[in-house]
C-alpha cells in the first residue's frame, strides 16, 4: 500500500520550479510575477494569501500582495482588476475569495484577463479546459492529475468514481479525467442525489472523494487494489489539539488504506499540492506558455 505524499511530491515541485526560474533568469529573462488581491481579514484568507507569496518568493517569483478593506465597493475593485489586467510587468493574478457579500464574486471572476487567471476560475478557462484547449487549470484538479501522475497510477480504460460535484473540485476533475489528454478513464460522478452510491464507488479503480463530508467513504465502499483520492479538508473539534480542531478528510482513513492500494492522507495528501499549482500556473503565465 502507497501512501501518496502531497506534501514532498509539492516540496519537489517547487524545487524544480525554482530550477526553472534560475534559468530563466541565466538566459536572460523575467522572474514570473504573481498579484493576489485581499479585501478584508478573513482569518483563512489571510493565512492561504500568505502562503501563496512565500510560496512565490520559494520558487524565486516576484510577487505584490493588493490589499483592500472590506468596505470597498464593487466598482472600485474592478478597478484594481482592470489595472492590474493591463499591468505589463504583472504575468498572472489571483482576487482571493470568498469577497464581502456585497460584492459580486461572478462579476470580478469574470472582469479577470483570462490570460491572466491563474486561477483558472474564469468561465474561458472552464470551457477550454472542458474541450482539451490550452488553458489554465484550477489548482486541486491539476494537483490531483500531477500526483497521479508522478505515482504512475494507470488511468487508462479505468473507472474512476469522482464523489462530489462542485464547480471546483468534482466537475473539472470529471471533465479532465474522461479527456484523452489527462485521464482517459471511465467516469461516474456521484452526489447526494445518486442511487446506489456504495456500488457505484465500489466498482471504481480510482476514487476521488471531495463532498465535505468527514469519513464518509468506508472500507465497504471502496474496490480492494483501488486508489483512493480524498479531497475533503473538515475542520472537526479536536479538544486534544491546541488548537481546538483537527482536519477530517471524507475517507476514513484507518479502515480504507487496509484495502487499498494507494490513498492520500488528510493533511499532507491534496492540500499542499494546490499552492504549488497555482505557481506552476504562474510559471505558465510567466513563459506565455498557454495565451
Ligand atoms: N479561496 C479558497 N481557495 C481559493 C483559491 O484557490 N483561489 C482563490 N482566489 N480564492 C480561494
Given amino acids: 500500500m502507497t501512501i501518496i505524499d502531497g506534501k514532498a511530491t509539492a516540496a519537489k515541485i517547487k524545487e524544480e520550479i525554482a530550477q526553472r526560474v534560475k534559468d530563466i533568469v541565466a538566459a536572460g529573462g523575467k522572474r514570473p510575477h504573481l498579484a493576489a488581491v485581499l479585501v478584508g481579514h478573513d482569518g483563512g484568507s489571510e493565512t492561504y494569501v500568505r502562503n501563496k507569496v512565500l510560496a512565490c518568493q520559494a520558487c524565486g517569483f516576484e510577487s505584490t500582495l493588493v490589499r483592500y478593506e472590506d468596505d470597498i465597493t464593487e466598482e472600485e475593485l474592478l478597478q484594481c482588476v482592470e489595472k492590474l489586467n493591463n499591468d505589463k510587468d504583472v504575468d498572472g493574478f489571483i482576487v482571493q475569495l470568498p469577497l464581502p457579500k456585497h460584492i459580486n ?5 469574470e472582469a479577470i484577463d483570462y490570460k491572466k487567471d491563474v486561477d483558472g ?9 472542458a474541450i482539451g484547449l490550452p488553458c489554465y487549470i484550477s489548482a486541486t484538479p491539476k494537483g490531483i492529475l500531477e500526483l497521479l501522475r508522478r505515482y504512475n497510477v494507470e488511468t487508462s480504460g479505468k473507472k474512476c468514481a469522482i464523489l462530489g460535484r462542485s464547480n471546483i473540485v468534482g466537475k473539472p476533475m470529471a471533465q479532465l479525467m474522461m479527456q484523452k489528454q489527462y ?3 471511465t467516469v461516474v460522478v456521484l452526489h447526494s442525489h445518486s442511487q446506489n452510491l456504495k456500488e457505484e464507488c465500489r466498482q471504481a479503480d480510482i476514487v476521488i472523494a ?3 463530508s468527514p469519513e464518509f467513504v468506508t472500507a465497504d465502499m471502496v474496490k480492494p487494489g483501488a486508489v483512493v483520492i480524498d479531497v475533503g479538508t473538515t475542520r ?3 479538544a486534544s489539539r491546541k488548537s481546538g480542531f483537527r482536519l477530517s ?3 476514513k482513513f484507518d479502515e ?12 499532507g495528501g491534496v492540500g499542499p499540492m ?4 497555482l505557481m506552476l500556473n504562474t510559471l505558465a503565465a510567466g513563459e506565455r506558455k498557454y495565451y
Fill in 105 to 109: 464574486e461572478q462579476k470580478i471572476i
Fill in 121 to 129: 476560475f474564469h468561465p474561458i478557462n472552464v470551457g477550454r479546459m
Fill in 183 to 185: 485521464g482517459d478513464a
Fill in 210 to 212: 471531495a463532498i465535505g
Fill in 236 to 238: 472537526v473539534p479536536d
Fill in 249 to 251: 478528510g471524507d475517507v
Fill in 256 to 267: 480504507v488504506s487496509k484495502i487499498c492500494n494507494a490513498i492520500t492522507p488528510v493533511p
Fill in 274 to 277: 494546490t499552492i504549488c499549482m
